[in-house]
């Protein structure tokens, strides 16, 4: 049956579409959707063809945005949205995540909402805020944001988060209690004598790999990380990249030891692509080796950067990679990144790409 490849843009001003029926070979492009909302995260179900966008701010107010037919229409909610009553007011929808009949959301401050209803409404799953810990949480540069929601794909009360700066942390009871897993992560921002810290790291963006219920990859506001168990104990994976810090990772939709990193200058010198020369770096080793990816990336005058959520793969054979910079400019490989294209420029910032393969 011939496939659509779809691409869903989160930006600033709404989300935008992309699809190609053509084996990736072109695309067209629809949108603004969600009333040129500011958007933090866009993710589509392909089974049924259903897209969620969530953002929002203090203007607007945190909403989740659904479409039912590929973006042509759209509802939105904020039912449920919302901490008790005296607590600080949610900002902004900052995340989203699917697992069976349950929709995830995670919002700033730090929290996690789910909703059984499709977005409809929503149920706060407090036990994060007990965390003894949580007193003693500060934000990143962006925010205290609940940005990063992994879900385990045989076991739905599995669910780890990352939240900057908290760390990461997981819960094997759907969230009930949580434990932070940050073990051999580095806080080089701390006193030298505590920059390693049970919690409190500012992880940037987690992913698992397919297939590997414990094989977790990490990126974090100082290094690159691999964790085989679940996130007990991270491994360093940055030695022969560029530099140690960025925002975005995403692993192969088939192969645990393929990932894809794209690497920034560093979290004081510009926050670009290093030397304004913009590459996408792969490993086929689990981030034992790397190789840099440039043909058809601009090789100069490349002052961007690409956000935590603004890279990702699709599950087309062979896989596609796909990256949105803060500039605005869509970039997409057909051939696992050995090959580059530019699909559009000048939309808003992007704030996040995912992807899904639909019937065509």
């Not at 929290?111 to 810990?133: E, K, M, Y």
């Not at 090789?299 to 690409?306: I, L, P, R, T, W």
């Amino acid at each position: 049956m011939p496939e659509k490849v779809v691409q869903l843009v989160a930006t600033a001003k709404g989300l935008f579409v992309f699809e190609s029926e053509d084996g990736r070979k072109s695309w067209s492009q629809r949108g603004p959707f969600c009333e040129t909302w500011p958007l933090n995260h866009a993710i589509g179900d392909p089974a049924t063809e259903t897209i969620f966008a969530g953002g929002g701010d203090a203007w607007f107010g945190p909403a989740v945005w659904r479409s039912d037919d590929l973006g042509r229409t759209w509802s939105h909610s904020s039912e449920g949205l919302a901490y008790a009553e005296g607590e600080e007011p949610i900002k902004t929808v900052w995340s989203l995540a699917r697992k069976g009949n349950s929709l995830y959301a995670g919002v700033e401050p730090a929290g996690l909402f789910r909703s059984d209803d499709d977005g409809a409404t929503w149920t706060h799953i407090d036990g994060l805020q007990r965390h003894p810990s949580r007193p003693e949480w500060h934000p990143g540069g962006g925010g205290l944001i609940l940005h990063s929601i992994v879900t385990d794909p045989a076991d739905p009360k599995r669910i780890w988060v990352g939240i900057s700066a908290a760390g990461v942390f997981y819960t094997s009871d759907g969230g009930e209690t949580w434990e932070p897993r940050n073990r051999g992560t580095r806080a080089d921002f701390m006193p030298e004598d505590m920059r390693e810290p049970e919690f409190g790291q500012c992880v940037h963006n987690i992913v698992m790999a397919p297939g590997g219920r414990d094989v977790l990859y990490q990126q974090n506001h100082c290094g690159m990380y691999r964790s085989d168990d679940g996130g007990r104990q991270w491994v360093s994976i940055e030695n022969g990249l560029p530099s140690s810090f960025g925002f975005p990772v995403a692993s192969h939709p088939r192969d645990p030891s393929t990932l894809f990193l794209l690497p920034l200058n560093g979290d004081i010198a510009g926050r670009y692509v290093p030397d304004a020369k913009a590459a996408v770096w792969r490993s086929r080793d689990r981030g034992e080796t790397w190789q840099a990816l440039r043909e058809g990336l601009p090789q100069e005058n490349a002052y961007f950067n690409v956000l935590r959520q603004a890279m990702a793969t699709d599950t087309a054979d062979p896989a596609g990679v796909y990256f949105g910079s803060n500039s605005g400019s869509l970039y997409a490989s057909a051939d696992e990144g050995d090959n580059w294209v530019r699909v559009t420029q000048h939309l808003p910032k992007i704030s996040s790409v995912e992807t899904m393969v639909v019937a065509g």
